[in-house]
């Protein structure tokens, strides 16, 4: 099993910065794929941002030039950096994992508990 546990979400005003994390442990010989997505109320859970174990990115359009991926392999951890925070940003933020147990296993996708995101205006 492998769990993944988010932090930095919290509420900002506006134009503002966080920095969210998410730590995956447990069970783990490769992490391949990770990912942030979030979920307004009212709205279906979207992709945000993507990185792959290269280091290779994708964002979605709403977010491109204000949000930055990264990742740090060592330690199993992706980083999101959201600036010039809006309203709609406003959501429940979920990091995702594509892990191998074993050297020949396929990837099992995890999911982290999420964390609240609010930008005032």
């Known amino acids: 099993q492998v769990q993944l546990v988010e932090s930095g979400g919290g509420l900002v005003q506006a134009g503002g910065s966080l920095r969210l994390s998410c730590a995956a442990s447990?069970?783990?010989?490769?992490?391949?794929?990770m990912g942030w997505y979030r979920q307004a109320p009212g709205k279906e859970r979207e992709l945000v941002a993507g990185i792959t174990s290269g280091g290779s990115t994708n964002y979605a359009d709403s977010v491109k030039g204000r949000f930055t991926i990264s990742r740090d392999n060592a330690k199993n951890t992706v980083y999101l950096q959201m600036n010039s925070l809006k309203s709609e940003d406003t959501a429940v933020y979920y990091c995702?994992?594509?892990?191998?147990?074993?050297?020949?296993?396929?990837?099992?996708?995890?999911w982290g508990q999420g964390t609240q995101v609010t930008v005032s205006s």
């Open positions: 447990g069970s783990i010989f490769r992490i391949n794929y």
């Open positions: 995702n994992a594509d892990v191998a147990h074993t050297y020949s296993s396929v990837n099992y996708r995890y």
